[in-house]
Every structure is written in structure tokens, then in C-alpha cells.
């Protein structure tokens, strides 16, 4: 019976080095079979799984470097240990123990690599990132192509912001044929590129931006600051011809982020024959509530409240909705008529209602069935219904 609060971690790492321990058990049976030995679980590890289950992990600590030093083959349940208690924060803990590892004068280069790459692990969660770079960088030079370690890498260095070193990195991913670098190169060098117009350096922009394209050609990232110096620049065109392709982006969400400026440069190139079948276009793209709202939003800025009520009751025509009727009612209260009061109505009849049920006020315990006593936590008189709106 395990102790209360050890997690579901907790017992696979248990379970693993109980395997392990019947491993080696088996090891050393057979080098002493001479002397008779049974190939049960040495009785260190069985401490040490007791002290782990009763929380008392200074003493398993312990007890598990104390095992290394019996059976130096015993490394993978010391790697495991150390994971276990970086999961649970305790970096401490996970250091001393990878610490512990890396100083075995005869740990093997491999088993070495698999040490520092831990190490690295505990430092990053630490949040020291100076420490796991130089530890990262030192198990790179051993081994280029360890793709753990360049992944990581790259992630510490997108931590600190330093896009530039993380795309090197991603780039050296890229050429070992890991999958799904590109995009995120392209993303990286948007970052570059907002850092450039931060900075009021927009022609800098533009060439990060062009190799984000080149990376990703349909980059949606690259495509919205692309349209945002257009616009800056009342390059209308420009900016619509960019704008325009991330209505056919997978990534739809991101129109959102430019819904004013977007709608703006529709009004100035309102004399363009696509211009309103664009507006059509993005008008029909925004679906979720959220969605609406901020198109709706959008619409009173730049085209006026009539337009954007004009719109809501397109929606709620369409699809009744209670949401959609509310950010109705904040732009203009007094936008319900009669023509709206079925729609209502079925918005009304649409909504979900949480089904009527009794609670216990001790644990929790739920139940449309009152009970004297909680089926839960078994104590008297706690269940209780909701008697107020």
C-alpha cells in the first residue's frame, strides 16, 4: 500500500526500477552462480523503493548512490530517480543525483552524454539558463547530431529571446531531416522582423520577412507584419494583396489580430471590383463567438454602429445565439425589434442549463438524488440544493 501523494509518476518510475532491480539482481546471480546466488532484488533497492514511497527522498537518495557504488551497472535506475524528482521540481535533489553520475570516473561515453544532457534538463527547469547552455553547447561538441540536445537548445534559447541563436540551431535540425523546423524558423524570423520595426528599422524588417517567405512561403506570421508596413506606409494594395491570402490560411485565427486595419484598406480600395467580395469573404470567415465579437467591434470603428449592427443581425438571422444577441445589445440597445423576437427566442431555448442537482458541502459529491448521508464521504446531513437563482 503506497503512501498518500505518491502520483502516478511516482509508481511507473517505481515500477520501472523494480525492473531494473530484477535485472541486475539476475546480473549478479549469474556472475556469482559459484557462489550461489538467487537472482531475487538486492535488498538496497528495496530500501530505497521504501524510502521513495513513504516521501522520505533524502534517504532514498542515499540509499540509490550507495547502490551505484555496489553496482556500477545500476546507472538507468539513478537517471530515472533524478528525472523523477525534476517532474516534481525538487531540482536539487535531481542535480546531486546526475552530479553523483557524471562524476563515475568509469561511466561510459554514452552513458556520459545521457548524464550531461540531464544535467542540462535540471538546469533549464531551474531556470539557469547560462549554466544549460554551457553544459548543452559541451554535449554538442561531443556529439553534433544529438537531436535531444539541439531541440533543447534551441528551446532555451527561445526562452531568452535570442531568435537568431535558435534559428542556427533549428537550422542544424533541419539538415539532420527533422520535421517541422521550417515553419518555426519562418516564425522566428517574424520575431526578428516586430524587433526591427520596434526599433524603427522597417527596411531590416523586410529582410527578415523575406526570408521567413523563404522558409515558409504562405507564413501567416510574415504575411501579417508584411501587410502592416504596407499599410504603415498607405501602400493599401500592397497590404491587401497579403492580407488577402490569409483568407485562404489554415491558420484562420490570425485575421483576427488585424481586423481594423484590414477592414480599413477595404474602405480606401472600396472602388476595386474584389474589395467587396474580400469584405464578403472575411465576414463569413469569423464563425466562433469571439469572432464575431471583434469583428463586430471592428466593423463600429472603422464603418460605423449601423454597419456593425447590420451585421449582427445577419448572424443571429443565421445562427441564433444569446452571445452574439449580447454584444448586439452592448453596441446599441436598441437594436432589438419585433423582427428579432423569434430569433430571441430560439437563442433562449438554445441555451444549456445546468442540470439540477444536489451537492455535498464537505467533499464535493454530486447527485440529483438527496441523500442523508454522502455516498461519498460518508458524512450526515452536508448534501445540499440550490434553493436561489
Aim: charged share 25%; hydrophobic share 45%; with cysteine.
Amino acid at each position: 500500500m503506497t503512501a498518500p501523494g505518491v502520483d502516478a509518476v511516482v509508481i511507473l518510475v517505481l515500477l520501472a526500477a523494480i525492473a531494473l532491480g530484477i535485472w541486475i539482481g539476475r546480473i549478479t546471480a549469474h556472475r556469482k552462480s559459484a557462489l550461489g546466488a538467487s537472482d531475487t532484488i538486492p535488498e538496497i533497492y528495496i530500501q530505497g523503493l521504501n524510502h521513495l514511497l513513504s516521501e522520505r527522498n533524502d534517504e532514498a537518495v542515499e540509499v540509490f548512490l550507495d547502490a551505484l557504488r555496489q553496482h556500477p551497472e545500476s546507472v538507468d535506475i539513478l537517471l530515472a530517480l533524478g528525472r523523477l524528482f525534476r517532474r516534481r521540481g525538487e531540482l536539487e535533489r535531481a542535480l546531486r543525483v546526475h552530479q553523483h553520475l557524471l562524476d563515475q570516473p568509469a561511466l561510459a561515453p554514452d552513458l556520459r552524454q545521457s548524464v550531461l544532457f540531464e544535467i542540462a534538463q535540471d538546469y533549464l527547469k531551474a531556470g539557469i539558463l547560462d549554466r544549460a547552455e554551457s553544459i548543452l553547447k559541451e554535449l554538442l561538441d561531443r556529439q553534433p547530431d544529438h537531436l535531444e540536445g539541439l531541440a533543447t537548445l534551441a528551446e532555451l534559447y527561445e526562452l531568452g529571446s535570442e531568435w537568431a541563436q535558435s534559428i542556427a540551431v533549428r537550422q542544424r535540425l533541419h539538415k539532420t531531416g527533422t520535421r517541422g523546423q521550417r515553419p518555426v524558423i519562418a516564425m522566428l524570423y517574424g520575431e526578428l522582423a516586430e524587433q526591427s520595426l520596434l526599433a524603427g528599422e522597417a527596411e531590416q524588417a523586410k529582410v527578415f520577412l523575406e526570408l521567413a517567405r523563404k522558409e515558409d512561403p504562405e507564413n501567416p506570421r510574415a504575411l501579417v507584419i508584411g501587410g502592416r508596413i504596407a499599410f504603415d506606409r498607405q501602400d493599401w494594395g500592397g497590404a491587401l494583396s497579403l492580407w488577402e491570402k490569409l483568407l485562404d490560411s489554415s491558420v484562420e485565427s490570425v485575421v483576427l489580430l488585424i481586423l481594423e486595419p484590414f477592414l480599413s484598406v477595404l474602405r480606401y480600395a472600396a472602388n476595386d471590383t474584389g474589395a467587396q467580395e474580400t469584405r464578403e469573404r472575411l465576414l463569413k470567415m469569423c464563425n466562433s463567438p469571439l469572432a464575431v465579437k471583434l469583428l463586430a467591434h471592428a466593423l463600429r470603428a472603422v464603418e460605423g454602429t449601423p454597419a456593425a449592427t447590420a451585421y449582427l443581425r445577419h448572424v443571429l438571422l443565421r445562427q441564433p445565439d444569446m452571445r452574439v444577441m449580447q454584444v448586439l445589445l452592448e453596441l446599441d440597445p436598441d437594436a432589438p425589434d419585433p423582427a428579432l423576437y423569434p430569433v430571441m427566442a430560439l437563442a433562449v431555448r438554445g441555451l444549456s442549463v445546468e442540470p439540477a442537482v444536489f451537492h455535498c458541502q464537505s467533499c464535493g459529491y454530486q447527485s440529483p438524488q438527496y441523500y442523508w448521508r454522502c455516498p461519498s464521504c460518508r458524512q450526515w446531513g452536508t448534501f445540499s440544493g440550490g434553493c436561489s437563482l
